[in-house]
């Protein structure tokens, strides 16, 4: 386990992406050799988290058998090279937002 442990939360109203890399332009960068400069895109859309992975070297893994909603009682895994993260969904008014915690 590492040392470098954070919890970021972001809003994704108005169609805002998440950028998740270990470049200077990421909205959450992760300092992990096997991470891409860009690795992952995070958004809400028609009512949906999406998960892209951004053609990484690594790849983006998501501990899921099925496609499934992920609600405010969801906790997702998503591992970006060697790195786990986990994404949770909050509601505030008007807004939904989500947080990731490596």
């Known amino acids: 386990q590492s040392a470098h442990r954070g ?25 992990d050799v096997s991470i891409s400069r860009c690795h992952a895109i995070v958004r809400f859309q028609r ?3 999406v998960l892209e992975d951004n053609n990484s070297k690594f790849g983006t893994l998501v501990a899921m058998r099925k496609t499934r909603p992920i609600d405010s009682k ?29």
């Open 74 to 102: 969801t906790t997702l895994a998503v591992q970006c090279g060697r790195t786990v993260l986990k994404l949770i969904q909050q509601s505030t008014e008007g807004a939904t937002e989500t947080q990731a915690a490596s």
């Open 7 to 31: 919890l970021h939360v972001i809003s994704l109203a108005e169609n805002k992406q998440l950028r998740l890399g270990r470049g200077h332009e990421s909205d959450v960068r992760i300092a």
């Open 47 to 49: 009512g949906a988290f």
